[in-house]
């Protein structure tokens, strides 16, 4: 005789977190346990109920590099979030914005079409990389934000890059005690899409 179980996939409120991105997200040159991905981690595993945070964010990376990555993440945690948080690096290396913007769109369509919620932490250039080139990138969030209904922090280092105090000597990075500071800044973005407060 055959039985068969029959097991209702998690639902969204259940599924894991996945965070793609790059070394702001990767604990950078600080204690991973510092990062202000771990410190949302250990606020999520008390929450009611508990999610499970995965932190795919690797230091270098780029949005092709995220996009390369990216089947192989939803397939292995189905996430019912994904936190995107690409485009420094591209931006840094001055790639063009097309580029960007076409790996981006990628990206999104991906995480949408695997019934995964799109929360977009953008970043901010350094001033010597020109206004058309900083406005583009910073407009490429929006847009996205725009056309994939998903809600945007604007400025994942806000309130932390302007601070020397709070900044590694590269001044890219932040120190770990400014990483309390960054997820703070996320948290009103991501809650509610976690529906929580």
């Known amino acids: 005789m055959n039985f068969f179980v029959l097991v209702a996939p998690l639902a969204a409120a259940e599924r894991p977190v996945l965070v793609l991105g790059d070394s702001l997200s990767a604990a950078y040159h600080i204690a991973a346990e510092s990062g202000w991905v771990t410190l949302l981690a250990q606020r999520l595993k008390t929450a009611t109920p508990p999610r499970e945070v995965v932190n795919a964010s690797i230091s270098g990376e780029t949005t092709a590099g995220g996009l390369q990555r990216l089947p192989d993440l939803l397939k292995k945690y189905k996430p019912g979030v994904v936190v995107v948080e690409l485009g420094a690096n591209d931006g840094l290396r001055g790639l063009p914005l097309a580029e960007i913007h076409s790996n981006f769109w990628k990206i999104l369509s991906a995480c949408r079409d695997a019934g995964a ?3 977009l932490l953008g970043i901010e250039l350094p001033l010597n990389y020109g206004p058309q080139y900083r406005t583009g990138l910073r407009e490429m969030y929006r847009d996205a934000a725009r056309d994939f209904n998903a809600p945007l922090l604007p400025f994942l280092l806000e309130g932390v890059a302007d ?8 001044g890219l990075h932040p120190v ?8 703070e800044n996320v948290w009103p973005v991501l809650g509610p899409v976690l529906q929580m407060k």
């Open 163 to 170: 601070d020397p105090k709070l900044m590694q000597e590269d």
């Open 176 to 183: 770990a005690a400014a990483e309390p500071k960054v997820l």
């Open 117 to 119: 919620k799109i929360v």
